[in-house]
């Protein structure tokens, strides 16, 4: 079992940056391939960012290339988003995930975290 706890969220305005983090605890965490999704009201959720157990491979979707890195420290078992430029559509609830293969879709992700809020304001 793997239990996953965001923390980082909060408000800021646009073009301000913020640092999620997601510590896992689970001592096989460097096995994991961890990811960000997100949903915004109304919306589904969708694949943010995700980075290979050695972060040799990350994935990023078109939406926040440039704007956002995710990097991971498998010494601490975290794994970090930080976001810069932000707007005011990033506005969501943000998720990590752990999975046992690189996959951009959700139903891939066998452990999720309960969330942390990122509301950017205009």
């Known amino acids: 079992q793997v239990q996953l706890v965001e923390s980082g969220g909060g408000l800021v305005q646009a073009g301000g940056s913020l640092r999620l983090s997601c510590e896992a605890s689970v001592r096989t965490f460097s096995t994991y391939v961890m990811g960000w999704f997100r949903q915004a009201p109304g919306k589904e959720r969708e694949f943010v960012a995700a980075t290979s157990w050695s972060g040799g491979s990350i994935l990023y979707a078109d939406s926040v290339k440039g704007r956002f890195t995710i990097s991971r420290d498998n010494a601490k078992n975290t794994v970090y988003l930080q976001m810069s430029s932000l707007e005011p559509e990033d506005t969501a609830i943000y998720y990590c995930?752990?999975?046992?293969?690189?996959?951009?879709?959700?139903?891939?992700?066998?452990?999720w975290g309960q969330g942390t809020q990122v509301t950017v304001s205009s």
């Open positions: 995930a752990a999975a046992f293969r690189a996959t951009m879709t959700s139903s891939g992700y066998n452990y």
